[in-house]
């Protein structure tokens, strides 16, 4: 679905061929090397800028200063700031992507998949600036002037089919229409974490995120099984 | 709480002394009603604009131009971007706080109160773009340069009140912990909106506060009296 973001983020650096200017315009390349940790460190700046101030308050001098190089090193791999905005939400996706194919690829029940996959959400949005500076981006709602197709999509089929998964597994209400549910648990997580980001920076996200289990669970979960699902290492974490 | 907020801007008006210039400079001082008429044009454009753009890349040219007004004659109002945007979040906070007094003086169970609570703030955020101006500014974390104490604390200690009353009333398990299910609610409905407003500009939003609280009535309330909650009239609005 969004396999195009990164394509078109990643195909363009080798795309350009005029050389940098500023501390590499001495007419020595760069080595590979050393382009890939530039580019690193700009995306990382602007990540960290655009988690701070935002896309409209977000300036390329004030990430060229934040990453520690010049303006023009920084146009050797974004020419703009649009550019930049999509790279991070390319690195976004693909970090999130890592930790989800992890856990899809383990072997635990479809509802305890779901709640370790928004621990690991939880966790990388707490801890990596390029996740909170994505989703920074992508509730500014100038997800349409981005390379964006449709940020929720791909969650929402992730989440549906679990949940389908659980009911047959035993672990939710069979009456439970699963789309209307994956698309409030995402609703949900969104705002928890928003208000938790608004209010202490994300410190309590853990513990909201705990409590919105704690809220959640008993009114989908069959009451017999209901013990089990809140006792899952999952929630513990 | 955030009375403070009403009073700055408000307070505002009266302590100007000079002349507006434009259209209004000819000499004669415009009617009280006419200036009066001329703020509201200028709040209204504003709320627009904002919940369009949001903050950074709202101009004053730009809310000027959409009022039909010069820009002497908005400034004769306010100050300020600053200014205009605390005016709109104290306009959203009196309409919202209208529609909540009205609810909350009536009789109907605590639960009911807090159902008819919600679904007025749904209404206004729909119909009213104050109210969606107001949301916008606060979702964007500009919330510490504008005349915001705390944009949760006041709903937050609404909704516990109303929780703490519903076990009182039987309508909610005694073992829930009501400042913390206040606490989910506020996140919950925050990202429900925030998502219904990403996909369809909140045209579905009635419909996913319905499954809203489809879903988490059933963790909460009591088994015996779950049939008669999820049957209160305020749920089929």
């Known amino acids: ?109 479809a509802i305890e998949t779901l709640i370790l996959l928004v621990a690991a959400y939880t966790e990388r949005m707490v801890r990596e600036v390029v996740v909170a500076a994505g989703v920074k981006l992508i509730t500014e709602e100038i997800v349409a002037a981005l390379d964006i197709v449709e940020p929720y999509e791909e969650w929402d089929s992730i989440y549906t089919g679990l949940l389908e998964r659980a009911i047959v597994e035993g672990d939710l209400r069979p009456d439970i229409d699963c789309a209307a549910l994956s698309h409030y648990i995402i609703g949900a997580y969104t705002g928890v974490q928003q208000v938790s980001n608004s209010l202490t920076q994300r410190a309590d996200l853990p513990q909201r995120v705990a409590e919105m289990w704690r809220f959640l669970l008993p009114g989908v979960v069959p009451t017999e099984r209901l013990e089990a699902v809140l006792a899952l290492p999952a929630l513990a974490r």
């Open 1 to 109: 679905m969004d396999g195009g973001v990164i394509m078109t983020t990643e195909s363009r650096v080798p795309s350009r061929s005029t050389p940098p200017s500023g501390p590499t315009a001495s007419g020595r390349r760069p080595s590979q090397e050393r382009a890939q940790a530039t580019r690193a460190a700009v995306l990382l700046a602007a990540a960290s800028v655009f988690a701070e101030r935002g896309y409209a308050r977000t300036t390329l001098d004030v990430v060229a200063l934040e990453a520690g190089v010049t303006k023009g090193a920084l146009y050797f791999h974004f020419a703009s700031k649009h550019d930049l905005a999509n790279a991070v939400i390319a690195e976004q996706t693909r970090v999130m992507r890592e930790g989800a194919d992890e856990i899809l690829a383990g072997d635990a029940s």
